[in-house]
């Protein structure tokens, strides 16, 4: 049998969406993709607050974070740096000869924006990427001070990686000034991964028509060229957005917006009153908790291997280890996408029974 | 109703494979990913006929073919150009700054080896492209003739665009010597899109580690290291994996390397045949026909569209209009993938009967 996901991705995807993913194949130069496309573009905007161009690449988002740097940096990038996921960004920026300086704290804090004004107030940088949603760490970036010290550096391109909460964690794009912000359709969206939704400002748009070397499989231009006729640049991935489309329309439509971002908020309450009832306590400093995900540290001698183990074979659902260099360190628990708070509930009673049974034997 | 595709790409998915890929997700960290992973690439091998590395790309062919300049041109690559797709490979190398020439013939013709060889004699290149099947024109390109001259370049990488071809035509890529051979899924695997599956070479495995800006979505070597574990740097599009795993063991196993190829040889022959009985001619030269799919010439006044609206409104199918410079004088019918013989018999019996309707009312 089949274990729920309870990790941070790949989600767990509802039956209707596996359905929806599984219809049968379309030309991609044909009305009925562009139908399909066109329906979903305008829910996308509704759900990420934007009146500007929603893009869709398919690949992973990392596909979408070298593609930033690419068509974007002409002088220097500025990256945050504290979780696994926002050092892949600052070491996309070598492999791609990309100059670039990271703003790193450690793992578990959040990057200060007076440091930020700091490193922006020396002229060097035209990129500015954070990660909202530190999926390693469980560290959800304070954006909204990002976007105040932004609005003195309007040159400065301002990229953020919302892979783990867009669709879950409410992001309002245009308000935030935001330039580029990506994520994968594996974690919030509740869909399989195969597609990277990218919204991009007029401003980044144009900056990248400027590019010498942007690439050409994740091009911002060209995926806009094709975006305003419907359609992808090159050959999409049609299951993922039949699947996207039918998202969209349960998120705006049936669920409604305020209602996701609310559930959202209350799993995250749900998980942190678990946590500290159950004697836990999270790895993020306080302030900066992740709405999508708990990240939390593992106490002396916790046995994570068992505790999975046994919510796989009695339960058939399972959460997540930690994640490189706090591995050992943490567990993390996913709250997003289309999990219900109940679901959140039974899984934490059914923890504490594995934990109480563990403290007796041992 | 659900038009059957007879297009080049994407192509007729089998009920049975939609389903594979509908089934729930996995953790692409945990052993059930790497058992499907694992059980996939040996057979991937099988059908490519190499006993060196198979890698997964989550992302259209376009993503490699950008990929395998990045990872492997360090001097200067030679690309052939006969149609839309060799085409876009050549303006790839501009896009990212990679130096190119191109080896270029009109439509419908292949670029013959002995051009090949005179162009390498110079000394300027280290990377070959050459795209296999050119589905804009259904040119198939004398692989084993350039595989004859490469033998004399050892340092030139020969890199092959199979996009339209493998899984469908016979490629032997070790006894060719294909240093990198590429193919998205949604052409003859059978599959929709969302994987590009890609044979490199140990000797372009070798190369790849010493280019200094080779990128980081599409990483030859990065990729290598996790697929040595059975996983991929990045998460993987899982419903096109769990199709692929389902449809290379009904290659290999069910239907049978031998007669898959057979099948496809079959179609081909059925296809030319209607087409010279129907008073159709063939846009590729003699001697360089795909084996997958039939580019035709329009005949003078012939009514593509009324055929193909006719062909979906009283029969549920389609098949595909000419594409990009030659869209106005040709039209493509695709023979591959999972088609029968018979199916392709129906398809030219409502072909003829349409036909044979317009001809009386003209």
């Known amino acids: 049998m089949h274990d729920r996901l309870f990790i941070p991705g790949p989600v767990e995807v509802r039956p209707e969406l596996l359905q929806a993913i599984a219809q049968p194949q379309v030309g991609h130069r044909t009305q009925a993709y562009m139908d399909v496309h066109s329906a979903t ?32 940096c002409q002088k220097k990038a500025l990256l945050t740096v504290n979780g696994a996921f926002s050092k892949r960004w600052y070491q996309i920026a070598g492999f791609n000869g990309v100059p ?42 304070p954006l909204e001070k990002y976007s105040e010290v932004l609005k003195k550096y309007p040159d400065v391109m301002f990229c953020v990686d919302a892979v783990s909460a867009m669709a879950g964690d409410k992001i309002e794009t245009d308000k935030l000034g935001l330039d580029v912000c990506l994520a994968g359709t594996q974690k919030c969206w509740g869909l399989p991964t195969g597609m990277c939704v990218t919204m991009i400002s007029n401003k980044a748009m144009a900056k990248a028509a400027t590019a ?89 001698g916790f046995d994570f291997k068992n505790l999975n183990g046994q919510l796989s074979k009695r339960h058939h659902c399972v959460i997540s280890n930690g994640y490189g260099d706090i591995k050992e360190q943490t567990f993390r628990v996913a709250h997003m996408a289309d999990t219900k708070v109940e679901e959140m509930k039974q899984l934490f009673k059914w923890i504490d029974a594995i934990l109480a049974e563990a403290n007796v034997t041992a």
């Not at 573009?41 to 690949?59: G, S």
């Not at 911002?220 to 090159?234: E, L, M, R, W």
């Not at 908020?265 to 836990?280: N, R």
């Open 41 to 72: 573009i305008p829910l996308l905007k509704k759900i990420l607050y934007t009146e500007q161009d929603v893009l869709l690449f398919t690949c992973s988002a990392t596909g979408v974070m070298e593609g930033s740097l690419r068509n974007l």
């Open 100 to 141: 670039a300086d990271k703003l790193e704290v450690p793992m578990g804090k959040a990057v200060m924006p007076e440091d930020l004004d700091k490193a922006l107030a020396t002229g060097q940088y035209d990129v500015f990427c954070a990660v909202f949603n530190e999926t390693s760490t469980g560290v959800r970036a």
């Open 212 to 300: 010498k070397a942007p690439g050409y499989y994740v091009n911002f231009v060209d995926a806009k060229k094709y975006n305003d006729k419907h359609q992808t640049p090159h050959t999409p991935a049609i299951p993922i957005l039949f699947g996207l489309h039918a998202q969209c329309n349960h998120i705006v439509n049936e669920e409604g917006l305020d209602n996701r971002w609310k559930r959202h908020l209350d799993m995250q309450k749900l998980t942190h009153q678990w946590v500290k009832d159950a004697g836990f306590e999270l790895f993020p400093e306080k302030g900066y908790e992740s709405v999508t995900l708990s990240c939390i540290k593992k106490p002396e």
